[in-house]
């Protein structure tokens, strides 16, 4: 099922990058149907809150009309940051299952913990590296790209 719902959030992060955003989506289930659905739009709405996990995790509660999002399962293709982990902590998701690893600013695994965090009063369960593959190639063809037309 994972690989599933991972697959829908590539096709997500393909709409950011065919945007001119950062590859990455997300997609959020409740039960077995799907909520929420969103890529980064931080280019676009000129608003560096606009990651795809913000974005559907503000879908998700609007579709749901409630901020407790503790039936549902976030999907994303990278490692959430201390933000985005910040509002998966805040929304009450049970579970985050992402992709790739973010080693610059990976705030489940690489760099920080914040997910299981016993300090916190709540906790989320984490899986990675679902079609890690496929999820690091996009990020690293997009910046390969940029780099070539001298963008940062």
Wanted: net charge negative; proline share 5%; charged share 25%.
């Amino acid at each position: 099922m994972h690989e599933l719902y991972m697959r829908m959030a590539l096709q997500e992060a393909e709409r950011a990058r065919d945007e001119g955003e950062v590859p990455v989506g997300a997609v959020v289930i409740h039960g077995q149907r799907v909520i929420a659905s969103a890529h980064n739009q931080r280019e676009g709405l000129h608003d560096p809150t606009a990651h795809a996990e913000m974005v559907a995790i503000t879908q998700a509660a609007e579709s749901l009309s409630s901020w407790r999002l503790d039936d549902c399962t976030l999907y994303v293709t990278l490692e959430p940051c201390p933000m985005c982990a910040g509002a998966i902590l805040q929304a009450r998701l049970p579970l985050v299952v992402y992709g790739a690893h973010d080693p610059k600013a990976g705030a489940v695994h690489s760099l920080f913990h914040l997910l299981d965090d016993k300090r916190l009063n709540h906790a989320t369960q984490a899986v990675s590296d679902v079609l890690a593959e496929p999820c690091g190639n996009i990020l690293t063809e997009f910046f390969r790209e940029q780099r070539k037309l001298g963008k940062k």
